[in-house]
């Protein structure tokens, strides 16, 4: 912290711009932003929560001004633990950003685009889009519920959709540290929003401009090219990763080291006609065939194949259950609002002794086992028969070529497995089912860790290359034997898989991450492959050396993509 700044000054200075009730500087309050749902916790010097973009930019300005490392925080996931601080060791003081009161979405270009600010969530933006017959990039999350959009952009962050691959845009409004230590605001939104600072942040935010200050630009808000890639069933190297380079490009890929005030996004026609198809196998090369076989020889490929193995489906059944039903029931718009009670009811209990940590999840897990079972008779006909799940939605004129070509390759495969149509309302249960996977895993270790004398979790998010046959993990007896559990699910078309494992008690789970990580460098794979380095992952020399381009002061998320151990600094 500079000189001219005492800890009590910054504090004052941040108070006066956001108010009182929105700065935590006391433990109890700060702990939910200084941890992570499921990784990443440290010492914070502060936590913020500004109201306004406007209220963005000055609180950057006086961290800048004060030499402090800031954290930008939205949903705070906590996939890899990149949104949050990594122990309490740095040589600087932290403030945390919190964006989730700043969460408005735009509708622009008759629907065919969106602005997203830096707290809005996919939650809503499905129905906001109806009415111009259009769809956003990704719905819900794959790997967890409540994603933000522009955690989405700066994650490289993949979705589950085939034809669209990852979350990416060249039109974003970013705050950058320039090498002499000045802040500057960016406006590459390609939208005349005026000349200062904070007119800019103003006019976007309350949608002061006109349809005509919106330009046609060149500038790609999509990855337009992803479906000719993907199709390249034969090349030896991952359709989507983290570290590549043809996707990192200012705001896209950031990881944090931009301070990202809103991107724009294009949007897609909700087909005319859509139909889920339901396949078990017990034989992983039988996915393989179809999948090589769709990708490189359909007109019109799937919108999305997502893959389930037996396990995933079991504890996702058990231990997603409350979450598939408030989904189900109420849909995804009260999901926020359920996410701040169940915060706060953890908060208040945390403080007796004599009430379990994480009391929220097991009283939900408890009260979820007095509803009846709820997914569909045919997909528990399927559990019962097959260990390999594949969920594949078409669409338009991919519905009737994906029906005729499924049709014919189990009649001249018989016993090598089946599917079946899903109806509208088995549709729906099946996608949820499987996106509900990404908190199982958390909750049975909640649940069950003292039980069954369990280890830590240890999640790896890799992307196989397009060529792999061998897609299904055999791991070497030495390894395997250290494991208590695996969940695996995916995006099978685009070979990039959450492998999840829980780590039988005392075994080192780094040591252990490092070996399952040399297998998958021998196979020529890429890691992560969706969800950015966080402090699970070094980054690539690539994405490192992007990192330092875009914030060559190290002041937004110091740390992030390194193993190494930072400078002393008590929170």
Known sequence: ????????????????????????????????????????????YAVVRPGSLVEIWHVLQACVDADVIVIMQAANTGLTGGSTPSGSDYDRPVVIISTMRVDGVQIIKNGEQIIGLPGSTLFGLEEDLKPHGREPHSVIGSSCIGASIVGGICNNSGG?????????????????????????????????????????????????????????????????????????????????????????????????????????????????????????????????????????????????????????????????????????????????KLFAVKRTVDRISGKFSFIPKQFSDRALQFMSKFFPNHLPERMESFRKQYDHHWIIETANAGVDEARAYLTQYFQDNPGKGGFFECTEREAEQAILHRFVAGGALSRFHLIQNKAQNL??????????????????????PEIDEQIAVKMYYGHFFCHVMHQNYILKQGVDAKALKQQILETFDARGAKYPAEHNVGHEYAAEESLSSFYKKIDPTNSFNAGIGKTSKKKNWEA
């Open 160 to 336: 589950a959709l085939v034809q669209r691959g990852p979350a990416y845009t060249e039109m974003s409004l970013y705050a950058e540290v320039t090498p002499d230590g000045k802040l500057e605001l960016v406006n590459h939104l390609g939208i005349k929003l005026g000349n200062s600072p904070e007119e800019i942040l103003h006019n976007l935010e309350h949608k002061r401009y006109q349809e005509s200050d919106v330009l046609d630009t060149e500038q790609r808000a999509s990855d337009v090219e992803y479906e000719q890639r993907v199709r390249d069933v034969d090349a030896d190297t991952p359709s989507r990763f983290n570290a590549d380079p043809r996707r990192l490009h200012e705001s896209a890929g950031c990881a944090g080291k931009l301070a990202v005030f809103a991107v724009r996004m294009d949007t897609f026609p909700i087909p005319e006609k859509q139909q889920v198809f339901y396949m078990g196998t017990n034989d992983p090369s039988v996915m393989e065939d179809i999948r090589r076989h769709m990708l490189s020889q359909f007109d019109n490929i799937p919108a999305s194949g997502e893959y389930m193995h037996k396990t995933c489906y079991d504890l996702s059944k058990e231990y997603g259950k409350d979450t598939f039903l408030v989904i189900d029931k109420l849909g995804t718009k009260y999901m926020p």
């Open 1 to 44: 912290m500079n000189a001219e700044h005492s800890p009590n000054q910054l504090a004052e200075t941040l108070a006066a711009i956001v108010g009182p009730k929105y700065i935590y500087t006391d433990q109890e309050k700060k702990a939910p932003y200084c941890k992570g749902f499921r990784f990443g916790s440290g010492g914070a």
């Open 455 to 476: 280890g830590s979790i240890m999640t790896i998010d890799v992307a196989f290359p397009r060529n792999e046959r061998d897609w299904y993990e055999t791991l070497p």
